[in-house]
């Protein structure tokens, strides 16, 4: 043997492992890109139905609203508004209340790809 031949690096091993974390890299990519579609789609979809819901419940309310008042007008007009403005009030708080704790206690966003790349970490750490 020659020195050369004791010298030359393992370049075939070289590019395989670059080549393997290459398509890791690849598909965690397509991973967000799959998650990132999901949630736009799923966000789309309760945007919409959450504003026709608002949307409704507004005509519905101001529905009501005429309705009461026309039927204390004679008698009891300002405590019917009075208790219409405070029922509205308590259930705009309510509302509000749930909405920051629906936020505050949603799943961390990209959870799936996190968590694959702490698998990939792991499996390339040396024992």
């Not at 670059?18 to 966000?43: D, H």
């Not at 309510?94 to 961390?108: G, H």
């Amino acid at each position: 043997m020659t020195d050369n031949d004791r010298t030359t690096p393992p370049r075939p091993s070289l590019r395989r492992l670059a080549g393997a974390l290459l398509e890791i890299v690849q598909s965690r990519i397509e991973l967000i890109g799959i998650e990132l579609t999901e949630e736009k789609e799923r966000l789309m979809g309760v945007a919409f139905l959450g504003l026709a819901a608002m949307l409704f419940g507004v005509l519905a309310l101001v529905s009501l609203t005429a309705l009461v008042i026309v039927i204390f007008w004679d008698t009891y007009r300002l405590q019917a508004m009075t208790g219409i403005f405070i029922v509205y009030l308590l259930l705009a708080g309510w509302c509000a209340t749930r909405a920051r704790n629906i936020l505050r206690d949603a799943p961390m966003p990209f959870e799936a790809t996190l968590a694959e790349f702490e698998k990939d970490r792991d499996a390339l750490r040396p024992d």
